[in-house]
């Protein structure tokens, strides 16, 4: 078990120094000059060599890489003597635009989106594995029919036009919920949920319907499984099958998607915070990428990257704990 | 007189599937006997309906199919019985040993939760470690070893043949009346094909169970069967005691069968098949 744990947490190192190297070529090898975008319209070659120097892009790529990744761990300095300027780790640098550190920027935002994914992972979680049940139930009669034709129209209709549509629909034509204010949770926890419920709705049509299609076919596929046929020759009530023959063999690859699809989101739902206009994690990938801001483009994509592969883990993680045969196979 | 009265009585069974090309009849007609303790080999290639009828007497058809006839168990009316009075019967009077005991053991479960699973749906009132026990000691009864602490393994850490004795341990824990082993011991190597059915012989001849025994292998039929049926497209070709079939078959289609069977004098890479057609 220690050595399944170092491996997996040797693995996520390599892939996440792979992962820094190459969003590091890209933005700051292969992308237009730092430097003459920052210096402004009325610029001089001087002025340019200064902000190089200060930003250490005169240096060699290693020395550049090397110093961003210790940033990343303990800190980095901008500039020398008194003009230094001291950014702490984890060090992502400061944005182009606005001067800030990119990573305060990413944590004042990583609330919105945080609470944007939770919503709607529990929401398409829930929706999707029920919808998927009772389409098993139900198998080829009217009830699954209807529901695949939903998951059909889930899957095919994009976000922004979900999105706005709701929008237009119920607040604009309806009038059924407020027009979104930004409230804090504690302020007026009515206000709050509702500015959430369209973003949480839009978010998880996609996924539910996807989970509601996997869900089925586990089922159905358990089903016909020989231990369930055990089972009933065991003489159990089809409840007593259904519950513990059926369903936790069917359930547990939902896990495993689960946890890939929730931290992907944790990392920002770029077109559904845009639309809605939510100051998330998201929003800023889409504001920085028009604006071309790349400290702050590297730092949303590594935190992506980094929430992908700690959920990817810790699904490993679940799935000694969930499947028998993964945890005491490595054992004996 | 009621030991005059057979265990199972089944007449005029008849299995059938209705498809886009009509009725398909994989079982015509089929009745036998099986006395209280006897034990009964029913052979045929695969297709031949030996494995519906034994699903039909446990009442777990796929679905689609058509049951008519009559099976009685020891003076019941099987056929007739609601879905919940026939869950009483499985388990706890029929039970059932499958083929491939790997994929029909949960592999989610440790062997003990689901030997003791059976005990628990028939008997109420039963206690988590009483039912623990009943698994306990129906793994000793198949002989196996440090049965206490196997019983909280799961089916994958179990051997080929360990799986297949783990299946029987979990008909015995009901004692039932009748225990229908379709192909126990086709997915098994041949050395553990003679244990588990010496196995089946032991715990017939200590409880009193009758024994249904499904399969396409003659050699495994006569070692453990008095009686035997013989199946052919879902046709009854022939059936009488073990001694009969064997030393004078009736049928030309069971001739054949036992010509089938390979002897160690064969002629090296002379196999004689029953030649006929591919079942559908």
Redesign the interface.
């Known amino acids: 078990m220690i050595r399944f744990l170092v491996n997996r947490l040797l693995g996520m190192a390599v892939v996440l120094l792979l992962v820094c190297l190459f969003t590091y070529v890209i933005f700051f090898v292969l992308s237009p000059d730092p430097a003459v975008q920052i210096c402004g319209k009325n610029c001089t070659p001087e002025a340019i060599d200064r902000i190089r120097a200060n930003l250490g892009l005169d240096e060699p790529f290693r020395t550049q890489f090397w110093t961003f990744l210790t940033g990343l761990f303990a800190g980095r300095a901008y500039g020398t003597g008194a003009n230094a300027i001291e950014c702490a780790a984890p060090c992502l640098g400061y944005s182009f635009q606005t001067s800030q550190p990119v990573t305060d920027m990413i944590l004042q935002r990583l609330p919105v989106s945080a609470t944007v994914a939770v919503g709607a992972a529990v929401l398409w979680l829930l929706a999707g594995v029920a919808a998927g049940l009772l389409s098993a139930v139900k198998e080829g009669r009217f009830a699954d029919r209807f529901i695949a034709g939903l998951t059909l129209t889930g899957m095919s209709v994009p976000n922004y036009v979900l999105a706005l549509s709701l929008q237009f629909l119920l607040v604009v034509t309806l009038g059924w919920l407020p027009f979104p204010q930004a409230v804090p949770f504690a302020e007026d926890p009515g206000q709050w949920f509702l500015n959430f419920l369209m973003p949480w709705t839009v978010l998880s049509i996609g996924a539910a319907a996807v989970y509601t299609r996997l869900t089925r076919a586990n089922v159905i596929e358990t089903l016909q499984e020989n231990y369930v046929r055990t089972a009933r020759a065991k003489g159990l009530s089809p409840g007593l099958v259904w519950r513990r023959h059926a369903l936790r063999p069917a359930l547990t690859p939902i896990v495993t998607i689960f946890g890939m699809d929730f931290a992907g989101l944790l990392g920002g739902a770029l077109i559904t915070e845009t639309v809605f206009g939510l100051n998330g994690v998201g929003k800023l990938a889409a504001d920085s990428i028009t604006k071309n801001d790349q400290p702050v483009i590297m730092g949303v994509t590594l935190l992506a990257a980094f929430l992908v592969v700690v959920g990817n883990m810790v699904v490993d993680l679940l799935y000694t704990a969930i499947d028998p045969r993964v945890r005491v196979g490595s054992a004996t | 007189m009621t030991d005059q009265r057979p265990l199972l009585r089944v007449r005029d069974l008849t299995v059938g599937f209705t498809t886009a090309a009509g009725r398909v009849e994989v079982v015509k007609r089929l009745g036998f006997d099986l006395a209280r303790g006897g034990a009964l080999g029913i052979v045929g290639e695969s297709g031949s309906g030996k494995s519906m009828t034994s699903l039909a007497i446990?009442g777990?058809l796929p679905k689609g199919a058509e049951r008519t006839g009559s099976i009685e168990l020891d003076g019941t009316e099987l056929t007739t019985l609601r879905e919940r009075q026939m869950?009483?019967?499985?388990?706890?009077r029929i039970?059932?040993v499958?083929q491939?005991p790997l994929?029909?053991?949960?592999?989610?479960?440790?062997v003990g939760t689901?030997i003791a699973?059976?005990y628990r749906?028939?008997r109420t009132g039963v206690t988590r470690r009483q039912a623990r026990k009943v698994a306990i000691e129906a793994m000793e009864r198949v002989h196996i070893k440090d049965a206490a602490r196997r019983v909280d393994?799961?089916p994958?850490?179990f051997s080929g043949g360990m799986r297949q004795r783990v299946?029987i341990a979990?008909t015995l824990s009901m004692e039932p009346d009748l225990i229908i082993a379709d192909e126990p011991t086709t997915a098994l190597d041949v050395t553990v094909q003679a244990q588990i059915l010496d196995l089946l012989a032991e715990i017939r001849r200590d409880t009193g169970a009758g024994l249904i025994l499904i399969t396409h292998d003659l050699a495994v039929v006569s070692e453990v069967a008095d009686h035997i049926v013989v199946m052919r497209e879902g046709d009854l070709v022939e059936q009488g005691t073990a001694e009969q079939v064997f030393s004078d078959p009736r049928a030309d289609y069971t001739r054949m069968l036992l010509d089938a069977v390979p002897r160690i004098d064969d002629e090296i890479g002379l196999l004689r098949t029953t030649a006929t057609e591919e079942p559908r």
């Open positions: 446990m777990l869950q009483a019967v499985r388990g706890d039970a059932m499958f491939d994929s029909s053991l949960n592999p989610y479960y440790t689901q699973e059976a749906a028939h393994h799961y994958h850490q299946m979990m």
